[in-house]
Each structure stands twice: as C-alpha cells, then as structure tokens.
C-alpha cells in the first residue's frame, strides 16, 4: 500500500480480521499460518515465472486489476502481459491510479464499482 509500511498493512488486515467476527481465534492463527507458508511454498517459484510463455492465450473474459504504483507486481511486465495476452472472449486493463498492490484497500469505492461492473459486463463506474 502506498504510504504504509509492511507493519501497517498487517496491522490493518489484523485489525479487519478481528473486527469481521467471521473468524475464531483458532481461525486467525491458521490464517496468518497459511499466508507465511503461501509465501514460502509460492515465492521461489514466482521468480522465473515467463507468463508469456506459460500462458499465451486464455479462453474467458479477463480483468486485470492493476495498481500503478505497485513494486511487487509492477506496472510494466503487467502491461507487456496484457497486450500479448490472446483472449478471444476479451479482456480489460483496469487501472488504479492512487494504489499500489491493494487496491481493494487504497481505492475501495472504486475497486468494488469495477468487480461489479465486471459482473454486469460493463466498464468500471466513474473511468
């Protein structure tokens, strides 16, 4: 998230999590449990990923939901990705341009109208 540290953002999904009462305790743990182990299991693997290669062209509608100032997906290879990306069915370039990698978090309103536009196959409100 822009303007947050890494600290700040875990402090944010604690408190969301705490607060949502969908969660025990025994759930918290598990999760934050599970999200460690995803990093550790996925983040080696991520590195020489070549999604132009692996994954040249797709069969559904695809949305690309892209903050601009994200440094942990950054805005460059997702854009080359994009423009190579065959999908036949269509796809959408979405950008955020005040979020980084959360945009659910730094741009809500925004995020929420663009999946719902998605839903009714229409572009995003207010683009």
Do not use: W
Request: no cysteine.
């Amino acid at each position: 998230m822009r303007q947050k540290t890494y600290p700040g953002i875990v402090g944010t999904m604690l408190r969301q999590l705490f607060a949502s009462g969908a969660y025990s305790p025994a759930d918290l743990v598990a999760t934050f449990r599970g999200m460690r182990e995803v990093q550790v299991q996925l983040l080696p693997d991520l590195a020489g990923l070549d999604l132009h290669t692996m994954l040249p062209r797709l069969e559904v509608p695809i949305y690309m939901l892209q903050g601009l100032h994200d440094y942990a997906a950054p805005l460059d290879p997702a854009e080359s990705f994009f423009r190579n990306l065959i999908a036949p069915k269509g796809k959408q370039f979405v950008p955020f341009r005040a979020s980084a990698h959360m945009p659910h978090y730094e741009e809500p309103d925004l995020f929420a109208r663009t999946l719902l536009g998605t839903l009714h196959g229409v572009d995003a409100v207010g683009r």
